[in-house]
């Protein structure tokens, strides 16, 4: 792999971290029912055009923390095809707290804009 390959996905592992919190609140609360990771991980895949997607595994630390941190409640039910499953929703405080970070995220994306403009164009 090349230097600038390796910093490129450096960089885009560094704007996956800040923001995949984000997009998993996104993700349920647009949700007609809880979710359990699997189904999650194939929504982020599907709407993500693949630039959301990634390990599995790494949703569910995010998961965790956000229901640690309230904005999110689980329960576990069991399965007919496995071992139990997990199921996230998202909790009012969660939407409340989803739009503030949309708001951020906007402002942020707008300001890295007007930055880039003309770059490639």
């Known amino acids: 792999m090349s230097e600038s390959e390796l910093h490129l996905k ?14 998993l609140l996104a993700v349920l609360s647009k949700a007609p029912e809880p979710m359990y990771g ?4 194939k929504q982020l895949e599907r709407v993500g055009e693949g630039v959301l ?12 923390n956000l229901e640690g941190a309230g ?10 095809s496995g071992p139990p499953r997990r199921y ?11 739009l503030e970070w949309v ?9 890295v804009d007007s930055v880039l403009l003309g770059i490639l164009e």
């Open 103 to 111: 708001a951020a995220w906007r402002a942020t994306r707008d300001s």
């Open 10 to 23: 450096k960089f885009q592992k560094e704007l996956s971290t800040g923001t995949v919190s984000l997009v």
């Open 38 to 41: 699997y189904l999650i991980a």
């Open 88 to 98: 996230y929703r998202i909790t009012e405080a969660g939407r409340t707290t989803l």
């Open 71 to 80: 904005l999110l409640e689980s329960f576990v039910e069991p399965s007919m």
């Open 53 to 64: 997607s990634g390990k599995q595994s790494a949703l569910y630390p995010v998961l965790r």
